[in-house]
């Protein structure tokens, strides 16, 4: 599958990765809400075509931040581009160039996985046959495409989040966000979406960030930044957060950063210096 309309300038990148471009700047990005600041001061470049993973406990603020980055909130303080777009002023071109799964189920489930995915594409101005010709494309990698006339309130959970990741891979997106997309999957449904995410993602040359709890599935990342709250403890690839923290998994790296702050995870930070 070719996508039109691709600058590839080679230039190496964080992790000595080739990359095209920055996919994302954050320059000291905040978001508060009320007292709780949950996002405090991130820096982050993130490459195209780069898989970067999000760790962080619960409330550590990886929702906030994607939700920042795909222009559904708006910053307390600070800046961010997402292909050179400001998230702010140039809103309307990042939300064409990205694709979003959200944490929480949003399918209509009175209606056919087809009929959420024509509706999607509707949305996104896709003519018919284009959107006839992708609903096949992003369902057939998770074997759901015989299966598209079925109303989604009849599939199994791992099912209903293949929908929710083809739809947000309907329109061809440069970059996709997904919020924990497999939580609560068993591991067989994990790496039937998995596979098939990838597999999309190579023939689309996609750039992919992704938060997640399940710290092996941030392994395959190029980068890997743990987030605790609303703060970057620990970024790397995995192999340089392993060696620097002298354990040999993520979890342990997770752990010995982000672990400690568990139980206070959802109380109120430093006081804010503006609200929302
Ligand atoms: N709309 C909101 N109004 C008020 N507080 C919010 C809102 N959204 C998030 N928060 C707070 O911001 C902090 C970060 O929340 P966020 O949802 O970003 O965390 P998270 O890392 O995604 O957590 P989880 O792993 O549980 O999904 C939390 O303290 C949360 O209570
Ligand atoms: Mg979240």
Redesign the pocket.
Known sequence: MDVPGRARVEETRPGGMKSRGWAIEARALGKN??P?R??DQLDLQVSEGEFFGFL??????????LHLFATLLRPSRGTALVFGRDIVRGDLAVRQSIGLVF?ETTLDRDLSAEENLRFAGRLWGLPESTIRARTEEVLRPFDLFDRRNDLVRTFSGGMRRAVEVARGLLHRPRLLFL??PTTGLDPRARRTLWSAIHGLRASLGMTLFL?T?YVEEAEPCDRVAI?DR?RIVALGSPAELKSAAGVDSLEDVFLATAGRSLPE??APMAPADSED
């Open positions: 809400f009320g709780v949950a996002l962080g406990p619960n409330g550590a603020g990886k929702t906030t931040t944490q919020d924990e938060t709890h987030l609303g995870a959802h």
